[in-house]
């Protein structure tokens, strides 16, 4: 094979036009024509002693799509395995985990016997055989679980069985009906930065009415996780059935993914609203044709106002998918102000048809709990930007200018979506991740439950049309080229600049001095720490401390320091002692590791020490 023959397979495809007769829209549609070049190439991977002769040239197509079901069937094979370690569970388990792996196995068999993998029947057994994998040992999980594993499943619990008993979900305390939902309910709570934790409802109301039928037809025992697990497995079967046949291996293989399978059975309440979301984002920029558009000429904007009736991240996508749907229309001779006013409208029609009552219920208590996430002063939490702080890179962060980083982060993001628009049209969902980045509240859940909707906008669009062709408009394109990165200098320095600001100057500074442990060194019993206060205020601050496994609430404080009046106050330029108590039972750190003590406080700062080694250096007292 000469050099510039050189090729993969299955050869890179061409792009064919198919013009559709709808108000002069034109899609470019992936076809697979390789060019002569490509076939010569193709041809000479065909290695004949490599894939058996022309007696199987079955097995000469389809090579890649052959591969990711294999490796589909293998993660069959293993979820039998993880189905088998549940024995105990009952004694079906010991007749379905050995089924499922056979299935795995003759899965991968199938797939270098059959002649096509796109036939129903193969794709099809595959999907059933994905979805009892992931089914089985989660419901064995889900239904041997005595507590949830985070307070918004604890809460959507509560907040459904309020409805039912006629009580508004919005205007009492969740706390002590969800105490008895979590076993150490302190280790779940989302903590303030007052001191306090999230008390009351703070999710739109689809969220708990997704509850109701589960615990209409009688379910009590973890309703919330079984009606994720559903959820999950629907979005399943939407991707499934959304993405072409030679693709929707993809959707077998998403759904096995194990940090989504585990988070989705596990209290992940994302998995409300990702059905939704798929819908809304498969084929989006179809909105508004003709007959020929299918249900992709409605359907996005009622499944985008069902998702933002869920939970708040699907807010965020609603900017991207307006801007989308303006551009789309610019740039086929339709209407832009008409169409997104349509689509908006229909949104805010479908939220507000599901959370309308509640807000006439009370008004204050839905608006209070719904955008509590976005002004209830949370602490600071995720894998995101704001980890730089939480586990001691740098001294401290303000939380509420890292906030507005994010804000202009998003408006840049918006901006680099429109600028380039043809390059960024299949991706632009993965620039909706960009702000929980940047957020001080940036979850591994915001950074990873979207995929399965990314995958879907990403697969079922066409390309951006071009504008129509004119002297002008190709001399604008080309200086355009030129000039659209000026665009984004301005947001992006601001952007920046506060992340730079909110890292700069906390508060306070720590300094551990001492850690008192109990049971021969197993648990904490007190943490003695060095404060001083660099503003020229009296601040209170609330401390956590994070001893390398999971921080468990705020930490009791008194100051033993002669002279310094009320407990925990710290005055301007002032440097205390602050001896501090853990809420509940604290591990130790392991030997070797580091842990820090964080200080929050109002308005909105996070100050944290850095990073000590355990144990320390000086003697502690252990018992």
């Not at 559903?230 to 959304?242: A, D, E, G, P």
């Not at 208590?365 to 890179?393: K, M, N």
């Amino acid at each position: 094979m000469t050099r510039e023959n050189r090729s993969v397979w299955p050869p890179p495809v061409q792009t064919a036009v198919v013009r559709r007769p709808t108000r002069r829209h034109t899609y470019r549609v992936l076809t697979a024509q390789p060019t002569e070049t490509q076939r010569r190439a193709s041809d000479e991977l065909r290695d004949p002693n490599l894939l058996g002769g022309p007696e199987h040239r079955h097995l000469q197509r389809q090579l890649p799509e052959r591969a990711a079901w294999s490796v589909v069937w293998l993660a069959v094979l293993t979820g039998g395995v993880d189905a088998w370690g549940f024995w105990w569970w009952s004694t079906s388990a010991a007749a379905i985990a050995p089924l499922i792996i056979l299935a795995g196995v003759a899965g991968m068999a199938a797939c270098w016997i059959v002649k096509d993998v796109r036939l129903r029947a193969f794709q099809g057994s595959g999907l059933v055989a994905v979805l009892i994998t992931v089914l089985f040992p989660q419901a064995a999980i889900i239904n041997t679980r005595s507590s949830y594993s985070t307070d918004s499943a604890a809460f959507m619990q509560v907040a459904a069985r309020s409805l039912l008993h006629g009580i508004d979900p919005y205007a009492i305390s969740m706390t002590s009906g969800a105490r008895v939902l979590l076993k150490v309910p302190v280790h779940f709570w989302t903590d303030t930065v007052n001191g306090g934790h999230v008390s009351h409802f703070s999710y739109p109301a689809g969220s708990f009415l997704l509850e109701i039928p589960g615990m209409v037809l009688g379910f009590r025992h973890m309703v919330v996780d079984w009606t994720d697990l559903i959820c999950w497995l629907v979005t399943i079967v939407l991707m499934f059935i959304l993405l072409p046949a030679q693709l929707r291996w993809m959707a077998a293989l998403i759904g096995l993914i194990p940090a989504l399978v585990g988070s989705f059975s596990s209290g992940g309440t994302d998995a409300l609203f990702l059905p939704f979301l798929v819908l809304a984002v498969w084929r989006w920029d179809r909105f508004g044709l003709g007959r020929q558009a299918g249900l992709a000429r409605w359907i996005g904007p009622v499944g985008l106002g069902v998702a933002c009736a869920v939970k708040q991240e699907p807010w965020f996508c609603l900017p991207f998918l307006l801007l989308g749907v303006s551009l789309e229309a610019r740039r086929t001779g339709r209407r832009p102000v008409a169409l997104v006013m349509r689509y908006l409208g229909t949104v805010i029609a479908v939220f507000a048809a599901i959370n309308l009552p509640f807000f006439v219920w009370q008004p204050s208590s839905w608006v209070r709990g719904t955008f509590l996430p976005f002004t209830g002063g949370l602490v600071a939490d995720g894998q995101g930007i704001v980890t730089l702080a939480t586990h001691g890179v740098v001294g401290g962060v303000h939380l509420s200018v890292l906030s507005a980083a994010a804000a202009v982060g998003l408006v840049t993001c918006l901006m680099a979506f429109g600028l380039w628009y043809s390059a960024l049209k299949r991706v632009w969902l993965v620039l909706a991740i960009v702000p929980f980045f940047l957020s001080p509240r940036s979850l591994s859940s915001y950074l990873i439950d979207l995929f399965p909707a990314i995958v879907i906008a990403a697969l079922s669009v066409g390309d951006a049309p071009d504008m129509a062709s004119s002297r002008r408009s190709s001399h604008l394109r080309r200086h355009g080229s030129l000039l659209r990165p000026l665009f984004l200098i301005v947001p992006s320095l601001v952007t920046v600049s506060l992340c730079a600001v909110a890292f700069s100057s906390p508060p306070l500074a720590l300094s551990i001095r001492r850690i008192v442990t109990v049971d021969s060194g197993q648990s904490v019993r007190e943490v003695d720490v060095l404060v001083h206060n660099n503003t020229s205020r009296t601040i209170t601050p609330h401390y956590i401390v994070n001893t390398g496994d999971t921080a468990v609430g705020f930490w009791a404080s008194s100051t033993p320091t002669p002279g310094v009046s009320g407990i925990s106050r710290i005055g301007p330029d002032r440097t205390v002692s602050v001896a501090l108590y853990p809420p509940t039972f604290t591990p130790a750190p392991q030997k070797g590791a580091g842990w820090l003590v964080e200080a929050y406080t109002t308005p909105s700062s996070l100050s944290t020490s850095p990073l000590t080694p355990y144990p320390l250096p000086a003697p502690q007292a252990t018992h």
